[in-house]
């Protein structure tokens, strides 16, 4: 049989697959009958025992070298198939299914070439005999039919392939069988699949996708399934697709040729001459593959456009046509590829024909056809949105929007395949996005993203309270559910494309790019390759638009939006809202074109608002007239083109055919206007002539056929919809956040509509919404989610609380969970926390007695949402951790575990915790438990209270209690591992997110230790422990950290309640304690941080066991630790310095123990990292050695200062900052050796300064033994270490620590400076410093002065001034104490001083003199201002240089104070006198002791400080009256009288010494300073002075004769007796100076002389001595003369 089968057709491949079929033919063939099919396949069989593949040749049948021989081949097939008989065609179909799936058949096949071609009558013949009617023979038809189209070597022509799909058509809609039906849809599907593959790629050789038969019977003819027909079918489709793949030689198949040279040029010109003849031929057969498929497309969509007529309306054949070509129309534009979005010519015609066909078919109530128009429509938003937006922008509302929004009266079956459509849109994030970028941000078109989220709102809540709906609950329920779902798919695309963005873009959210963001592409235009996604497409054409463009546009459109909104409610405050912010201009022009051409606007309103009488509407009114241009228009087509956009009463003949419309199409009207009443009602109308009766008849009958109708309104307000769930959720504040837009009408499909959408498709051709944006940037995401957030949040909470449905349920967690990540990662805080609050409080963990399954999910949910968005919640982690706070309290309870409070309370309910906690035990085996804490807990409390059961009146029931129990158990689906977790989880936050952790947590902890019922410590040690998994974060981000630890710490640490503030510093230590384990890194300053809430909470707490406490856990830390304390040793030396200055002995006590350790065992760490540490050390020191609790602490404290100081001039703190070794340590001392090397740069002046400073001011301390002994160190450390210190540092130190010792000095000089009595009396400022301390001062002073005066030289200005300030003191010990450090200090160094330094020491001298003058000579003049009586009163006074005073008697006041007043006054003159007569004496010693050291500079001040003070005591000495008024005091109060004859003596006294000595012993200084004029003068004066006392100067009468002259009285011979050694003393250095010198002033003194011969003395020394000057000067000048 198999030689046989072999010899049959010859060896040729065509006779291999002819021969067997024409042997088959003629043994089924009737011989009669079909005598002409025998002969011609034996004539055939005949020819191919001769015929040898000839590869080369052209003929239609492949290795057929002759068109005739190829011929007699074919024609028994064609014969058969006509023959109609089922058993002659059958093996004649399966021959032509060999032929072409073998590719054995190549040629193009055109009916339109005359004569027709071989093969196409051979198709043809294929195509008729389906009219047999057999099933066989059908499935015959449709494989040999499919494997035709699907042959790449066969280039099937579009009549010929009108005629293959008119074939199937018939098959599928004539057939009885359900199997071929199928099959013919199925073939129908594969051959579209291929024609339109071959024409995206224009080649027959592209690969294209294998139908699934199961998918094209989603939506009809499943019915037609036979058992195991779809398995069938889809194996037909596979063998015939796989089969036609099978390889022949590229030799013989030069059609294929032609394709692979297409494909490998796309379309470009070959460059080789050779093949330019075959590629023009090529070009031209491919450009006929796309006109062939856009001539199949238009077919189908012709087909799908067919209607029924309305004879038979009801033509189910024509339905499932109608469906069919629908279907096909499906495969295509599922399958099409970018040729579809990039060529003109097909995006043309899905416009114009595809389009067409929805908007014609979306009219049907055929559920079938809407589902297949919903598809059709998914594939061209998914694949074609950016050629079609105005298209998309029609249908989605039509077909979408319409059934989304209608909740009352929806079709259960329709709506469902909306919410289907809408969640497989909204699994494709890109489409969310542009939908909302290209509709939503485009103020020229509708808000789809919007309308969308609302309508799906609207759902979710179902109909409103009270409205009548069709819907049954379980509808409703199904429903409501899709929506939510649909919502949550959204929020997902949402957060699944901001993911994508910012990960692929590499860009943050607070630091996203404008640039490049958005891809504008034009709809004629393209570039697009392969099979990229649609909004991948056109990214070659950058605009200049923006994320930034984009808002501007979403903000225009939503302000003109709410403008128009306004307006249709009041149209005057909409015009002025528009033109307030600039929508439009404000002249009335503008305004009437707004009206004219803006959709949304309420007709009605329009009318009103130009039917206003305000001059403003009056000049819209007649803009928007003048607008119209009525030209070529009669009147009824001028006022039905007027009246369209709006409605207002028109005059006269206007007003006659809007009551003609009105009556004519109103059906309330019964009696209708007739055409002479028309004419009647118009008479005398033009200027009181009638209109011709021609032109109103014909008016009249224009307006009864046609209405007038206003053009369609395409927006009206939104409907608002209110539910009492809002009121009940909290959510109306937040829905009022939702700004809710206009929406669309729905519109029907008629063909007025029809037309009006079309006109709309080309009056937006030209506006933005042919321009397609493509956004890349997540900063859109905002703009969408303040549109979403609103009715997301109402759809979830909504249904979340009305509904125990497990989905349902999980659904809204989901959302709720992708709208936190959204929310979250874009940084968009209210809405963030709104989500977030709104999932907290559903967990109902404040009020357990209540909860369900679902709270438990909550919990679940918030969670995740910690775990999976914890880097960017921010502030909302507050509502996390306070859910796992509430969340750890009810598991504690439900373990029997006993409440913190029992930890953190007093002893006085101690008794009542422990019953608690008993009873605890069994809380989950007794139903009935009434205890305060379970009872609080089971009432429960509002979400906001910041703990749980905060009102603990009233009882609970056991069914309340058995309730909580089984909720406790409901609880135990979390365990501790889920809990911790987060806390564990927070080591892999970023930088941002643990600051706001750690903010959050301590917040939340805050809340429950200061909780006044139930203190809790959950989130304190989470605290710890957090810090704990976060010490390794970088130093910067720990820094952060810590500083809110710190805050929290230290507000904690300050609480009242004790109990609470000892755990957290224990928290600290434990903290602490570990921190202090890592080894802290040089130059860092973390451990300086980490230890400051000790210092804080040690400065400012009140409670005496925590600061006890404080310094406890210093101390463990510090001296168990003290190897890795580096920067910690400045907080630990600020905790003890506050815990020196405590009141609390036994505190400081504690602390110095710690100190004396750290001092002794541990100073050299305290400099190793930081020498800065030294000084935070002796500040502490030195607040110990201010301690009055017991001296012992204050004098250890003052030697450590000194051992810290031979530690710094040992050098050791240098070293340890340098690391340096011995040798240069040694190399330091050395250099030091000279006393100026170390300190030059005062590498440790900041280190001395607060050491000796500290010291220094120790030696004011009012106890003697710390005075001393802080003297004694501060000076012997700058006596022994001096050397270390430059000048510059010297200078430092002496104004700084030295001068300061000696403050008391300055301050007893302003107390001097005191004029006033009273504030003696009334302010008395003991100085604590005594005269032995002050000794001591000074002596080491000057010491130090005279040990280091090549370096302090410098200062011996304010040293010398220092020493002289002493004289101010009016104590005695003071004063002499001045006197002689002065006296030392010059003694040592006299030699050394230069004549400036002795003239800084004379000055010094002078101005002290010179300061105490002016307030002296203030004070005095007081007594000008008072009486003192004449007669001494019964006063007892005993009052001692004006310290003390009493008085033993009464008298006025007024007196009593004058006493007092000049008692004060002679006291101070006392004091003062002997003052100056220091300074005096001090002058007048150095002078003569160092006379030969001093230079004409030093001398000529000595004599200054003498005529000052000689100046002084003679205008005091003068002023009478002030000596008489003090004479009475003085009588009165029993006092001494101010020694003022003694003060003028002595500084008479004194200079005439000086110059006497300076004439006699240095002749030629005494020249330059004219000391000899000087000397005569002084002695004129003291011998005038004298003659005055004895009264005998007065002035006397010329001529008066006098008779006798009355003696002295006692007083007057006192005083002479008191100057009479002054007046001696004058005498005798006249009488020792120079004979000459004497001879030239000898004219002036005689007189004098003379006067003093004739007065009385009270002592006989001066008549020897005048006698004397008489013989030795002025007895040789009388001789001589």
């Known amino acids: 049989m198999s030689s046989g089968s072999q010899t049959l057709g010859g060896q040729s491949r065509c006779g291999w697959l002819l021969g067997p079929s024409l042997d088959k033919i003629i043994k089924n063939a009737a011989w009669r009958k079909h005598s002409h099919i025998v002969t011609a396949c034996k004539s055939a069989l005949d020819k191919l025992e001769t015929l040898a593949d000839d590869p080369s040749s052209s003929t239609p049948l492949y290795g057929v070298s002759s068109l005739s021989d190829a011929e007699s081949l074919i024609l028994p097939l064609i014969l058969a198939i006509d023959s109609s008989s089922s058993k002659v065609v059958e093996p004649a179909l399966d021959c032509s299914y060999r032929l072409f799936s073998l590719r054995l058949i190549r040629c193009e096949i055109d009916p339109s070439e005359q004569p027709s071609s071989l093969i196409f009558r051979l198709i043809d013949s294929i195509c008729k005999c389906g009219s047999l009617g057999e099933e066989v023979v059908e499935l015959s038809i449709l494989k040999t039919l499919l494997s035709a189209v699907r042959s790449s070597t066969v280039f099937i022509r579009a009549d010929c392939l009108n005629q293959i799909v008119k074939t199937c058509y018939n098959i599928y809609l004539g057939g009885v069988n359900g199997t071929n039906q199928i099959c013919a849809k199925s073939v129908l599907a594969q051959m579209m699949a291929i024609i339109f593959a071959r024409v995206e790629g224009d080649s027959l050789l592209v690969s294209f996708k294998t139908v699934s038969v199961t998918e094209l019977l989603e939506f009809n003819d499943r019915n037609l399934n036979e058992g195991s027909s779809i398995q069938f079918v889809q194996n037909m489709i596979n063998e015939v697709v796989f089969t036609n793949v099978v390889e022949v030689s590229q030799n013989a198949n030069p059609l294929a040729e032609l394709q692979d040279a297409k494909s490998a040029t796309a379309n470009e010109k070959a460059d080789s001459s050779d093949a330019e003849s075959a590629e023009k031929a090529d070009l031209s057969s491919y450009s006929k593959i796309r006109d062939d498929g856009v001539l199949v497309f238009k077919n189908l969509c012709k087909l799908s456009m067919k209607f029924s007529s309305q004879e ?34 097909f995006l043309n015609v899905i416009k114009q024909f595809l389009c067409l066909s929805l908007l014609k078919n979306s009219a049907l109530s055929v559920m079938s056809v809407f589902q297949l128009l919903c598809s059709i429509f998914q594939s061209l938003l998914s694949k074609y949105r950016s050629v079609l937006k105005s298209e998309i922008g029609i249908f989605f509302p039509m077909l979408i929007l319409r059934v989304l929004e209608n909740v009352l009266q ?83 695309s949402m957060g699944v494309w901001m993911d994508q963005q910012l990960r692929i873009g590499e860009f943050g959210v607070r630091n996203t790019s404008d640039n490049d963001s958005v891809v504008e592409c034009n709809t004629s235009l393209g570039g697009d390759e392969g099979s990229l996604p649609d909004f991948e497409l056109h990214q070659e054409a950058i605009s200049d638009h923006s994320t930034a463009t984009l808002e501007q546009r979403r903000a225009y459109k939503l302000e003109l939006q709410k403008g128009i909104s306004l307006f249709n409610r009041k149209p005057s405050k909409g015009i002025e809202f528009l033109i307030s ?53 009669d009147f009824g087509e001028a006022i039905r083109f007027f009246l369209r956009g709006f409605r207002l009463p028109a005059y006269v003949l206007a007003y006659s055919v809007i009551m003609l419309n009105t009556d004519a199409h109103n059906s309330m009207v019964k009696d209708k206007m007739s055409k002479a009443d028309f004419i009647r009602n118009n008479r005398g109308i033009d200027d009181g002539k009638d209109l011709p009766e021609e032109y109103l008849g014909a008016l009249y009958d224009q307006i009864v056929k046609n209405e007038i109708k206003m053009k369609a309104d395409t927006s009206v307000p939104q409907s608002k919809q209110t539910n009492s769930v809002n009121r009940l959720l909290g959510l109306d504040g937040i829905l009022n956040l939702v700004w809710k837009q206009t929406e669309e009408k729905p519109l029907g499909a008629n063909g007025a509509l029809i037309r009006h959408i079309q006109d709309q498709f080309k009056a937006k051709a030209g506006k933005s919404e042919s321009t397609y944006y493509a956004v890349a940037d997540a900063a859109i995401l905002r703009f969408m989610v303040e549109v979403c957030w609103g009715p997301m949040l109402a759809a979830f909470s909504v249904t979340l609380d009305q509904s125990d449905d497990k989905a349902a349920t999980n659904h809204c967690l989901q959302g709720f969970r992708h709208a936190v990540h959204v929310t ?75 409440s913190d409070a029992s930890f953190l309370s007093g002893s006085n309910i101690e008794t009542e915790d422990k019953s608690v906690r008993s009873s605890f035990t069994s809380l989950k085996k007794k139903g009935t438990l009434q205890n305060p804490i379970v009872m609080a807990v089971v009432r429960g409390s509002s979400y906001d209270s910041t703990s749980l059961g905060v009102n603990t009146s009233g009882l609970v029931t056991p069914e309340q209690i058995n309730s909580f129990i089984s909720n406790l158990n409901l609880l135990e689906q979390i365990g ?82 004790l109990s609470v503030a000892i755990f957290v510093m224990d928290s600290l230590r434990q903290l602490s304690m570990k921190f202090l384990e890592r080894e802290e890194l040089a130059n860092y300053n973390f451990q300086n941080e980490f230890l400051r809430p000790f210092v804080i909470v040690m400065q400012k707490s009140n409670s005496v066991e925590i600061r006890e406490l404080i310094v406890r856990c210093l101390s463990q830390m510090i001296l168990s630790r003290v190897d890795n304390v580096k920067s910690g040793w400045k907080s630990v030396f600020m905790a003890l310095t506050a815990a020196a200055a405590d009141e609390r002995k036994n505190i400081v006590l504690l602390a110095f123990e710690t100190m004396e350790k750290i001092v002794r065992e541990y100073f050299p760490y305290i400099t190793e990292t930081e020498t800065v540490t030294f000084t935070d050390c002796v500040r502490c020191l030195i607040t110990f050695t201010n301690s009055r609790f017991n001296s012992d602490v204050s004098l250890n404290a003052i030697a450590f200062l000194r051992f810290c100081a031979v530690k710094l001039a040992e050098g050791g703190l240098i070293c340890s900052r340098e690391n340096a070794d011995d040798d240069s340590s040694i190399q330091v001392k050395e250099a030091t050796a000279d006393g100026h090397t170390l300190m030059d740069k005062d590498e440790n002046a900041s280190y001395w300064i607060p050491l000796l400073s500290g010291l220094s001011s120790l030696t004011s301390d009012p106890r003697l033994a710390i005075r001393k002994s802080a003297l004694e160190v501060l000076f012997n450390i700058l006596k022994d270490h001096g050397h270390l210190f430059s000048h510059s540092f010297w200078i430092t130190v002496i104004n700084s620590v030295i001068f300061p010792v000696f403050k008391f000095v300055r301050d007893k000089k302003e107390n001097n400076d005191q004029s006033s009595p009273a504030s003696i009396f009334s302010h008395p400022e003991p100085s604590t410093w005594d005269s032995e301390t002050s000794s001591v001062a000074t ?55 230069t004549e400036d330094e002795w003239s800084c020491i004379f000055l010094s001298l002078k101005e002290t003199s010179a300061s105490m003058l002016p307030g002296f000579l203030k004070l005095i003049r007081i007594m000008d201002r008072i009486d003192v009586p004449n007669v001494a009163q019964s006063y007892s006074y005993s009052y001692d240089d004006g310290e003390t005073l009493s008085n033993n008697g009464t008298t006025e006041n007024y007196e009593d104070d004058n006493l007092q007043t000049a ?29 030969d050291l001093l230079k004409a500079s030093s001398v000529k001040i000595v004599l200054e400080i003498f005529s000052q003070t000689m100046s002084h005591a003679h205008q005091l000495s003068s002023e009478m009256g002030l000596h008489l008024k003090l004479q009475r005091a003085c009588s009165i109060l029993e006092i001494s009288d101010p020694p003022v004859v003694h003060f003028e003596n002595e500084s008479y006294q004194n200079i005439l010494n000086l110059l006497h000595h300076l004439l006699t012993s240095n002749p030629s200084l005494s020249d330059e300073m004219g000391i000899e004029a000087r000397l005569f003068l ?57 004979k000459d010198c004497f001879r030239k002033y000898a004219s002036r003194l005689f007189p004098l002389l003379v006067e003093l011969v004739r007065c009385e003395h009270s002592s006989r020394e001066v008549q020897p001595v005048l006698s004397n000057l008489f013989q030795t000067c002025v007895g040789p000048i009388i001789i001589k003369v």
Not at 320 to 342: D, F, Y
Not at 872 to 884: P, V
């Open 312 to 345: 038979q309306p009801d033509d189910q054949i024509l339905l499932r046509g109608k469906m069919l070509s629908l279907e096909l129309l499906k495969v295509i534009m599922e399958n099409g590829g970018p040729l579809w979005r990039t060529n003109e010519r």
């Open 410 to 492: 929806p079709s259960f079956i329709q709506k469902m395949t909306i919410l289907n459509l809408l969640d497989k849109i909204s699994e494709d994030s890109q489409i969310m996005i542009d939908v909302f970028v290209n509709y939503d941000c485009d103020v020229d078109s509708p808000n789809i993203f919007e309308r969308t989220v609302n309508g799906l709102l609207k759902t979710a809540l179902g109909p409103p309270p009270g409205s009548t709906t069709s819907l049954s609950p379980v509808h409703d329920l199904t429903f409501r559910l899709e929506s939510v779902k649909c919502l949550v798919i959204i929020i997902k």
């Open 581 to 633: 912010n600039k929508k439009i201009d404000g002249t009335p022009e503008a305004v009437a074109l707004f009206l004219k051409n803006t959709s949304g606007l309420n007709e009605t309103v329009i009318g009103d608002y130009l039917g206003e009488r305000d001059d403003f509407s009056l000049k819209v009114m007649h803009a928007y007239v003048d607008s119209f241009n009525f030209d070529g228009r």
């Open 824 to 898: 979250a990662v874009m940084g968009m805080q209210t809405q963030r926390d709104a989500f977030v609050t709104t999932v907290a409080k559903f967990t109902y963990l404040h009020c357990a007695a209540d909860m369900k399954q679902k709270n438990v999910d909550a919990v679940k949910a918030t969670i995740a949402i910690a775990i999976e968005d914890g880097n960017y919640l921010q502030d909302a982690w507050e509502h996390i951790l306070t859910t796992l706070s509430r969340f750890e309290h009810l598991q504690l309870l439900g373990e029997g575990a006993p």
């Open 976 to 1057: 501790n591992f889920e809990l911790n977790h987060i806390f564990a989880h927070s080591q892999r936050l970023n930088s941002e997110a643990i600051v706001a952790f750690v903010k959050a947590l301590c917040k939340v902890s805050m809340s429950e230790l200061q909780s006044p019922t139930d203190p809790r410590v959950f989130s304190l040690t989470k605290i710890v422990e957090v810090a704990h998994y976060n010490m390794n974060r970088i130093r910067l981000v720990w820094s952060r950290i810590w500083n809110v630890l710190s805050d929290f710490f230290v507000s904690v640490g300050l609480s009242e309640n």
């Open 1339 to 1393: 002596r080491c002073l000057i010491d130090l002065f005279v040990n280091f005066f090549p370096v302090m030289r410098a200062q011996l200005t304010e040293v010398v001034s220092l020493l002289a300030g002493l004289f101010r003191n009016p104590s005695q010990g003071s004063a002499s104490t001045g006197v002689s450090a002065l006296m030392h200090l010059v003694g040592d160094l006299g030699c050394m001083l």
């Open 1463 to 1491: 008692g004060y006054i002679v006291s101070r003159m006392k004091t003062h006198i002997s003052m100056q007569l220091l300074i005096m004496q001090v002058t007048t010693d150095l002078y003569n002791m160092h006379q």
């Open 1578 to 1634: 002084i002695c004129e004066e003291i011998i005038e002075i004298y003659l005055k006392c004895s009264r005998l100067e007065e002035g006397k009468p010329e001529k008066a004769v006098v008779h006798w002259i009355l003696p002295l009285n006692s007083g007057v011979k006192e005083e002479l007796g008191a100057r009479t050694s002054l007046l001696v003393s004058a005498l005798r250095v006249l009488s020792e100076v120079d």
